[in-house]
């Protein structure tokens, strides 16, 4: 574009005509008077922008993509597409970094306007799933503590130590059997598609050797950890666990933790229990 041009829309600043251009980026459609904007050509604008709108979508549906594959696979590409270019309107990235761009997904699947939740309510929790997975990808990385070092540190006062969770775990609690329905979808061959969807899943989320896992845990097992997260010391943790369910297996759970590399600091608290 000229500068005469330019100065014929009486545009003084080129934050101004940016800001313009993305407004027509974002807008669910373009206003043809804004074209003149960019050349006074329309139909070249018109051609040259729809190419900007086109990559910007591919951009978004790819972005999201890649943080949510089961997701995709659910609903396939076309409606995929969709999805992504009027989520990209509605939630622009404050970031500029493509990884952050899906952050409120889940958020938008269950907006009314949207509608998608009325037919099929699991989709969201999918999405608030794989974004935890996502974010586990890109955590930042800590020494594990190993269950040697923790008893070295600790000796008779074990059951006061705290364990902190690892930044790369996450625990969720679905009211859908949206755990399931992403193991169903990572071609293990042992996990099928739920029969009932309608299923409560306690889930862990963890990293290890680079890689994030998603585990169903029990109810138990969600608690001691869960208490962990917030505070408590490893006897109080427990007891949760036992109070729960009276045949918890301390011991080989204790074991399992910590081959799952799970926590990564220990502090010994001042307290007894």
Same mark, same amino acid.
């Given at each position: @574009?000229?500068?005469?041009?330019?100065? &014929?829309?009486?545009?003084?600043?080129?934050?101004?005509?940016?800001?313009?251009?993305?407004?027509?980026?974002?807008?669910? *459609?373009?206003?043809?008077?804004?074209?003149? @904007?960019?050349?006074?050509?329309?139909?070249?604008?018109?051609?040259?922008?729809?190419?900007?709108?086109?990559?910007? /979508?591919?951009?978004? %549906?790819?972005? =999201?993509?890649?943080?949510?594959?089961? =997701?995709?696979?659910?609903?396939?590409?076309?409606?995929?597409?969709? @999805?992504?270019?009027?989520?990209?309107?509605?939630?622009?990235?404050?970031?500029?970094?493509?990884?952050?761009?899906?952050?409120?997904?889940? /958020?938008?699947?269950?907006?009314?306007?949207?509608?998608? +939740?009325?037919?099929?309510?699991? $989709?969201?929790?999918?999405?608030?799933?794989?974004?935890?997975?996502?974010?586990?990808?890109?955590?930042? %990385?800590?020494? *594990?503590? /190993?269950?040697?070092?923790? #008893?070295?540190? &600790?000796? @008779?006062?074990?059951?006061? !130590?705290?364990?902190?969770?690892?930044?790369?775990?996450?625990?969720?609690?679905?009211?859908?059997?949206?755990?399931? #329905?992403?193991?169903?979808?990572?071609?293990?061959?042992?996990?099928?598609?739920?029969?009932? #969807?309608?299923?409560?899943?306690?889930?862990?989320?963890?990293?290890?050797?680079?890689?994030? *896992?998603?585990?169903?845990?029990?109810?138990? +097992?969600? =608690?001691?950890?869960?208490? =962990?997260?917030?505070? !408590? %010391?490893?006897?109080?943790?427990?007891?949760?666990?036992?109070?729960?369910?009276?045949? $918890?297996?301390?011991?080989?759970?204790?074991?399992?933790? $910590?081959?799952?590399?799970?926590? +990564?600091?220990?502090?010994?608290?001042?307290?007894?229990?």
């Amino acid at each position: @574009m000229t500068g005469s041009h330019l100065s &014929s829309l009486n545009i003084d600043t080129l934050a101004e005509l940016q800001l313009r251009f993305s407004e027509q980026l974002l807008a669910p *459609a373009v206003d043809a008077a804004e074209l003149t @904007m960019f050349s006074a050509k329309s139909q070249q604008a018109k051609a040259r922008f729809a190419t900007y709108r086109g990559n910007l /979508t591919a951009i978004w %549906n790819q972005a =999201l993509k890649n943080a949510y594959p089961v =997701l995709y696979q659910l609903v396939g590409a076309e409606f995929f597409q969709q @999805m992504a270019r009027e989520y990209g309107r509605r939630y622009p990235s404050p970031s500029g970094d493509l990884n952050e761009f899906g952050f409120f997904l889940a /958020t938008f699947l269950e907006e009314e306007e949207f509608g998608v +939740c009325t037919d099929y309510p699991y $989709f969201s929790e999918v999405a608030r799933l794989e974004w935890q997975v996502h974010q586990t990808y890109y955590a930042e %990385n800590k020494p *594990a503590l /190993t269950l040697p070092e923790l #008893i070295g540190q &600790s000796g @008779m006062q074990f059951s006061e !130590a705290h364990l902190h969770l690892n930044p790369a775990c996450k625990l969720i609690v679905s009211d859908w059997a949206s755990a399931e #329905i992403w193991l169903a979808h990572q071609h293990l061959g042992e996990v099928h598609f739920p029969a009932e #969807i309608h299923r409560k899943n306690h889930m862990l989320i963890h990293r290890q050797h680079w890689m994030p *896992a998603v585990r169903i845990i029990d109810t138990a +097992c969600y =608690l001691a950890l869960d208490a =962990l997260s917030k505070g !408590a %010391n490893v006897g109080q943790a427990l007891e949760l666990a036992v109070e729960c369910d009276a045949e $918890f297996q301390i011991t080989e759970q204790l074991q399992q933790w $910590f081959q799952w590399e799970l926590f +990564c600091a220990t502090e010994m608290s001042q307290h007894t229990m």
